[in-house]
């Protein structure tokens, strides 16, 4: 009776044993999902060249991450001479448990990869030697960019300067592999009305990761949905201070129901070009000022009127929370 008892006790262990192994070579060796890079050779049009510089640093934020970043100025703005070589640490500074190198992405960087490298990078989070990159990079909304877009992004990062620079130390903890191999995903490229301003603002205020920073989240960082852009979130600097993103919704109290179209552009283009000391401001953030600041108005105002039809949140905060 008893002996029958413990063969089925070790017989449960057994195949717990099992199912667990079984998952831990499920998710550390079978995912990420194995995606080819496309064929693809991308054309270099002067169109192309100029739309990706635009998507690259106004929109999409592919250069503030990818160059250095003068942290002694409002907004952090790149270093110049050092577009697109990379180097930016995440790390224990900015909450990350592992450590992340944003990579060289100028020809001397990625100057070897195929085009359909580059693409699945972009989209997939794929790395060209199969392994999944870390949504830090955000790939995992990248997934809904416009093919066009993508291609002349590509065509863009072909031009920039080429900066030698090689970065090593890159560490990612179980938790972030686990969570990296997950979210590569077939691409689901979005198709946006560019006739209809709400199209392209939601386009822009989900991939930009407008959405994301100005939506307050749970320690996992899983979004409070019926808090949708009602700010909050906080988020570290590298200094170690952290600032909390303003609320963006239309409540009329808390959030920027009453600016005007031309208020919030003229907010946005009040950063072109400047070069604020964080001493003169008194706190540093997140946010790009001096890249968004080269939005054109009617993106803005596309943005604006995306805002402007979302549910207000009533949601008091200031940038020190
Ligand atoms: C929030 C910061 C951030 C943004 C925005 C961002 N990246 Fe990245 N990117 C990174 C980091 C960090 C890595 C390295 C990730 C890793 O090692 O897992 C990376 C990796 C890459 C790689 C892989 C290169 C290599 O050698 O590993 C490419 C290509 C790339 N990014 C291109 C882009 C493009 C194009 C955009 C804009 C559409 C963009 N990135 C936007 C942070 C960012
Ligand atoms: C990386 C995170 C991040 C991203 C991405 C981001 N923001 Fe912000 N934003 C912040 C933080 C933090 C603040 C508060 C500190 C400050 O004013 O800079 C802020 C402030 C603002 C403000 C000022 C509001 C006020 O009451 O003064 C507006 C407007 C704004 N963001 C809109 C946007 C839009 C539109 C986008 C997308 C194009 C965007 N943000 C993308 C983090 C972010």
């Not at 001479?81 to 909450?95: A, N, P, W």
């Not at 972030?176 to 301003?197: C, E, H, K, T």
């Not at 953030?285 to 939005?295: I, R």
């Amino acid at each position: 009776m008893l002996k029958g008892l413990l063969k089925l006790i070790a017989g449960v262990v057994v195949l717990a044993v099992l199912a667990v192994g079984a998952l831990y070579v499920y998710y550390f060796m079978i995912l990420p999902r194995d995606i080819a890079p496309p064929e693809l050779a991308v054309e270099i049009t002067p169109e192309r060249v100029a739309r990706g510089e635009y998507l690259a640093t106004a929109v999409f934020g592919c250069m503030y991450c990818h160059s250095e970043r003068d942290w002694s100025l409002f907004g952090a703005p790149p270093v110049p001479g050092t577009l697109g070589k990379g180097g930016e640490r995440f790390d224990k500074r900015v909450g990350v448990s592992g450590v992340l190198i944003s990579a060289n992405i100028t020809p001397a960087g990625i100057g070897d990869w195929s085009d359909g490298e580059v693409y699945r990078a972009i989209v997939n989070g794929l790395h060209k030697d199969g392994y999944s990159l870390f949504p830090i990079m955000p790939f995992d909304v990248y997934l809904h960019l416009e093919t066009e877009d993508v291609y002349s992004i590509i065509a863009y990062l072909r031009t920039l300067e080429p900066i030698e620079a090689e970065y090593s130390g890159r560490r990612m903890t179980r938790l972030m592999q686990f969570i990296a191999n997950s979210r590569v995903l077939p691409a689901d490229p979005w198709q946006v009305d560019q006739d209809d301003p709400l199209s392209r603002g939601e386009y822009m205020v989900i991939i930009a990761g407008c959405r994301f920073c100005h939506t307050p989240a749970n320690e996992r960082m899983q979004p409070y949905e019926d808090m949708r852009f009602g700010g909050g979130l906080g988020m570290r600097i590298p200094a170690g201070d952290t600032v909390y993103s303003a609320n963006i919704s239309p409540d009329p109290d808390t959030g920027i129901g009453n600016w005007t179209e031309a208020e919030f552009i003229a907010r946005f283009k009040a950063y072109a070009g400047a070069r604020i000391p964080v001493t003169e401001t008194g706190f540093q953030t997140q946010h790009a000022w001096s890249e968004y600041a080269q939005l054109t108005e009617a993106d803005l105002a596309a943005i604006y009127a995306y805002l402007m039809a979302q549910p207000p949140v009533s949601n008091a905060v200031s940038p020190a929370g």
